[in-house]
T-cell receptor
Framework: AQSVTQLGSHVSVSEGALVLLRCNYS??????LFWYVQYPNQGLQLLLKYTTGATLVKGINGFEAEFKKSETSFHLTKPSAHMSDAAEYFC???????????FGKGTRLHILP | EPEVTQTPSHQVTQMGQEVILRCVPISNHLYFYWYRQILGQKVEFLVS????????KSEIFDDQFSVERPDGSNFTLKIRSTKLEDSAMYFC????????FGPGTRLLVL
């Protein structure tokens, strides 16, 4: 079975500071990994995904994530936080391209002025 | 850019009533999904659909739920007799290079 653990249900960073959202996964097969963002009262938007190949994945809005198999991690980072980054972020995993996606519980990112 | 659409955006219903949530997936996609998100909780998989039949369903997807692709474009989720605990945001998704999610239908059962 697959699962995702997101450390920290709430994370606060100052505007301009580094954003680091932590995600660890469990999977019996090589995983497909995702980060989604959800703004208040909106749907899910894909930030980035890892399938195979390069372990450092770049996404939209300046976010990136690194797949570390040895640590079973897929942490999300952004060098400099912007007020517009305030949202809920979900790490997710699936077994393959067409399989269901298993989501973590989410981390709410707060940006302090 | 093609997108998944869902209607209605909000629905309020009485407990015990039937509701149908509608989705129009992206036209050349073959796999379709329903997920739900209870307020303040994580997104949960309900069901996947391929080639006009259910390919996988979760424990949540009991006999009260059904899915259908009544024509070439729509993909529906029916809840036969709604319960209070069915109140949630319901997301439809279709699979291309990745899963594209619709904006969701917020269902409130009173």
């Amino acid at each position: 079975a697959q699962s995702v653990t997101q450390l920290g249900s709430h994370v606060s960073v100052s505007e301009g500071a580094l954003v680091l959202l932590r995600c660890n996964y469990s999977s019996s097969v090589p995983p497909y990994l995702f980060w989604y963002v959800q703004y208040p009262n909106q749907g899910l938007q894909l930030l980035l995904k890892y399938t195979t190949g390069a372990t450092l994945v770049k996404g939209i809005n300046g976010f990136e994530a690194e797949f570390k198999k040895s640590e079973t991690s897929f942490h999300l980072t952004k060098p400099s936080a912007h007020m517009s980054d305030a949202a809920e972020y979900f790490c997710a995993v699936s077994r393959n391209r067409d399989d269901k996606i298993i989501f973590g519980k989410g981390t709410r990112l707060h940006i302090l002025p | 850019e093609p997108e998944v659409t869902q209607t209605p955006s909000h629905q309020v219903t009485q407990m015990g009533q039937e509701v149908i949530l509608r989705c129009v997936p992206i036209s050349n996609h073959l796999y379709f999904y329903w997920y739900r998100q209870i307020l303040g909780q994580k997104v949960e998989f309900l069901v996947s659909f391929y080639n006009n039949e259910i390919s996988e369903k979760s424990e949540i997807f009991d006999d009260q739920f059904s899915v259908e692709r009544p024509d070439g474009s729509n993909f529906t989720l029916k809840i036969r007799s709604t319960k209070l605990e069915d109140s949630a945001m319901y997301f439809c998704a279709s699979q291309g290079e990745t899963q594209y999610f619709g904006p969701g239908t917020r269902l409130l059962v009173l």
